[in-house]
């Protein structure tokens, strides 16, 4: 399996960027699909996520109303839609795929729950 995040980039506070992420390698009907982020010094944290269901999505706190998350199922792709960029938003961005047993359940919002990453593409938002 292999995931490959690409979109990120230099911005300014404000501005917008839209991430994308593409599995390979299997069958990703049965994933949930995330972002998680990781700023120098800090632990890795969840951004948003979606179920096998793509209504079903969840936020993290600070990007709720700024960020929007999408997927196609069929082309194995999952997209983070980022507007309204802060400097707080400026980390490395993992794309994550994990199991999910239902198809109306919520993805999980926990790093451990995810069973495979891609290598990680870099948002850097200047103030």
């Known amino acids: 399996v292999q995931l490959q995040a690409s979109g990120g980039g230099l911005v300014q506070a404000g501005e917008s960027l839209r991430l994308s992420c593409t599995a390979s390698?299997?069958?990703?009907?049965?994933?949930?699909m995330g972002w998680f982020r990781q700023a120098p010094g800090k632990e890795r944290e969840f951004v948003a996520a979606i179920g096998r269901s793509t209504s079903i999505t969840s936020y993290g706190g600070s990007v709720r109303d700024r960020f929007t998350i999408s997927r196609d199922t069929a082309k194995n792709t999952v997209d983070l839609q980022m507007n309204s960029l802060k400097p707080d938003d400026t980390a490395v961005y993992y794309c994550a795929v994990g199991r999910v047993p239902n198809y109306m359940s919520a993805p999980a919002t926990d790093k451990a729950k995810y069973d495979y990453w891609g290598q990680g593409t870099l948002v850097t938002v200047s103030s």
């Open positions: 390698g299997g069958t990703f009907s049965n994933y949930a």
